[in-house]
C-alpha cells in the first residue's frame, strides 16, 4: 500500500468557499473513477460518491460489472463543491484537474480511469460521450494531441453520471447496459480490452455514363441517402451490398433515371426518411416504400438517432462527419475567393481620411504646424490652414483581411466566417453587389466544394452505414422481443 495522498489544496480557480475533498479508495487500484465535483452529501461527509447518485453507482451499477466499491479509487475533476450543485465550466474542470490529478493518477497507477459524466469526459477532448458510452477507448485516440491523460496513457470507459440515469429513463437503461457490458469485457479472455475493429474495405463510386447499371440484391434492403449544397440538390447515393455504393450526381438527370431505375419498386431503407424522402421527389426519384433506421433506433429505447453515433455503437466503425470533410473543404474554396475579393475592394471601395494643418503665418512654415503649445508662444496675428486627403482601407477590406486572419479549416473552429459575410450582406448591399459582380458570389459552406473523391467517399458511406445498421437493429428487434409460450396468451 503506497503513502496516501496529501489532501488536496485549492486550485487557481478555487473560489476558496469550499474546501477540496480528497479521494477515497486504495493505492494502488487497478482501476479509478473521475467524477464531475462533489454534491452537497459529498461535501458534508467529505468524501466523493457518497450521496444519492454515489449510493446508485454503489448498489445498482458496479455490481452488474463484477465490481465493488472498494476495488474502485474515487475522485473528481473538480474537487470542491458549488453551490446549487454548479455544473463546472471548461476553464473550471481543465485548471483543477491540472492541479491534483497528475499526483492523483501516479500514485494510482490504475490499469482502466471510468469518466463519469460529460464535464469528466472533457479531460479527453476526443470522446463523443452519446457514442462512446460504455465502450473503452484507448488514450492515444482521444487523448488529444498528446494521445495521454496528465502523462498517463491506457485505457478509459466513458461512462453517463448516476444522477443523468436518476433523471431519465432512457440513461438509466443505458447505464444498467455499459456497466454489465464492461463486466462482461473484464471477465472475458484476458481481461484486457480490445482495439476498435479495422476499417472495412470499400467499393464506393462515382456514376457514369455506360457504366453497368447498379444491381441491389434482392435479399438485401438497398440503403439510400441524398446530399445537398446549401438549397440545392447535390446527390443520391445507393448502397447495394455492405460496402458497396454509388453516387448519382442531382445535375445529371441521366445518373437520376439510373437511380431511379435501381431502387424502382424495392424497399429501401434510409435514416432520417422525413427528409430524403422529400429530397428524392426534388430529384424526380420515387420511393415506394422504406424504413427508417433513426426511428427504428428510436424505438429499441437505448441508442442514440444521429447516424455517426449510431454506427460507432453498433459496429464501433467511426464515420467521418460531414464537418470533418466540408468544412475544410469549403474553408480553402472561401479564402481562394476572398483573396480575389479584396483586391478588388482594395481598389474599388477604399475610404478617405482628411488631416487639417494650420500653419503660423509669420514663416515659421511647415516647421511650425500649428499645435497649442506653439500658439501659446506665438504672436502671430494669424494661420493658414493646409488639407490632407489620403486612401484608407474600407470597411469591406477590413472585413475581408479578418475573414482571412481567422479562418480555420479545422472542424472544431469555433470562428464563423459565413455568419459575418451574412451580416455583410445585408448591411453593405452597395459593396456586396459591387464584389459580387465582380468575383461571384462567395462559396457556402456545403459539400459541393469537396473534390469528387471526398464527395463520394463521405455521402456514399452514409447510405452503407444506414443498410448495415438496418441488418443490426433487425437482429436487436428479435434479441429483445418478448415472446410469448405456447398457452399463455391473452384470450
Known amino acids: 500500500m503506497s503513502t496516501p495522498l496529501p489532501c488536496p489544496t485549492p486550485c ?41 447518485s454515489g449510493q446508485e453507482q454503489n448498489e445498482t451499477y458496479l455490481p452488474l460489472a463484477g465490481l465493488r466499491r472498494s476495488d474502485i479509487r474515487f475522485t473528481n475533476a473538480v474537487q470542491c463543491w458549488a453551490d446549487n450543485n454548479r455544473t463546472p465550466s471548461a476553464k473550471e474542470v481543465s485548471a483543477c484537474a491540472a492541479h491534483h490529478l497528475p499526483a492523483h493518477i501516479a500514485a494510482c ?72 457490458s464492461v463486466g462482461r469485457l473484464l471477465q472475458g479472455g484476458n481481461g484486457a480490452f480490445s482495439p476498435d475493429p479495422p476499417t472495412p474495405t470499400t467499393n464506393y463510386r462515382i456514376w457514369r455514363r455506360g457504366a453497368r447499371p447498379q444491381s441491389c440484391s434482392t435479399t438485401y434492403l438497398p440503403g439510400v441517402d441524398t446530399e445537398s449544397h446549401g438549397a440545392r440538390p447535390y446527390s443520391i447515393q445507393v ?38 424522402v422529400d429530397e428524392c421527389a426534388r430529384m ?30 453498433l459496429f464501433r466503425h467511426t464515420m467521418t462527419s460531414w464537418e470533418d470533410t466540408v468544412r475544410p473543404a469549403s474553408i480553402n474554396a472561401l479564402l481562394s475567393w476572398l483573396s480575389e475579393a479584396i483586391v478588388v475592394a482594395r481598389m474599388d471601395l477604399y475610404g478617405t481620411k482628411t488631416r487639417t494643418f494650420k500653419t503660423c503665418v509669420c514663416g515659421h512654415g511647415e516647421a511650425a504646424h500649428w499645435t497649442a503649445s506653439h500658439a501659446s508662444k506665438c504672436d502671430c496675428p494669424g494661420f493658414v490652414g493646409r488639407t490632407e486627403t489620403e486612401e484608407v482601407a474600407g470597411d469591406t477590406e477590413r472585413l475581408f483581411k479578418r475573414l482571412i486572419d481567422h479562418s480555420s479549416p479545422a472542424p472544431d473552429s469555433e470562428y464563423d466566417p459565413w455568419e459575418r459575410l451574412s451580416a455583410w450582406r445585408v448591411e453593405s448591399t452597395s459593396d456586396y453587389g459591387h464584389v459580387v459582380a465582380r468575383c461571384g458570389e462567395y462559396p457556402i459552406l456545403g459539400i459541393g466544394n469537396c473534390t469528387e473523391a471526398q ?21 436487436l428487434r428479435e434479441e429483445r422481443a418478448i415472446h410469448v409460450a405456447p398457452g399463455d396468451e391473452d384470450r
Open 239 to 276: 448502397a447495394d451490398s455492405p460496402g458497396s455504393a454509388v453516387l448519382y450526381p442531382a445535375g445529371d438527370p441521366e445518373a437520376l433515371d439510373a437511380a431511379a431505375r435501381a431502387i424502382a419498386d424495392r424497399e429501401i431503407v434510409m435514416h432520417h426518411a422525413g427528409h430524403d
Open 109 to 180: 497507477r490504475p490499469e482502466v480511469i471510468f469518466l463519469i459524466g460529460g464535464s469528466a469526459c472533457r479531460l479527453c477532448p476526443g470522446i463523443v460521450l452519446d457514442a462512446q458510452h460504455g465502450i473503452p477507448q484507448h488514450t492515444r485516440k482521444v487523448g488529444g494531441p498528446s494521445g495521454s491523460l496528465f502523462g498517463w496513457s491506457g485505457w478509459v470507459v466513458p461512462m453517463w453520471h448516476p444522477a443523468a440515469g436518476l433523471r431519465v429513463g432512457k440513461v438509466m437503461s443505458q447505464l444498467l447496459e455499459d456497466w454489465a
Open 455 to 475: 464527395a463520394v467517399a463521405y455521402a456514399c458511406g452514409d447510405a452503407d452505414w444506414t443498410a448495415r445498421a438496418a441488418v443490426e437493429l433487425a437482429r
Open 12 to 52: 487557481p480557480t478555487c473560489p476558496r468557499k469550499y474546501r477540496p475533498l480528497p479521494g477515497d479508495g486504495s493505492l494502488p487500484s487497478r482501476f479509478l473513477a473521475i467524477g464531475e465535483r462533489p454534491g452537497k452529501d459529498e461535501n458534508s461527509a467529505g468524501l466523493p460518491f457518497v450521496g444519492v
Open 284 to 313: 424526380g426519384v420515387r420511393i415506394a416504400r422504406y424504413r427508417d433506421t433513426m426511428q427504428e433506433a428510436y424505438h429499441l429505447g437505448t441508442l442514440p438517432q444521429g447516424l455517426k453515433s449510431l454506427t460507432y455503437r
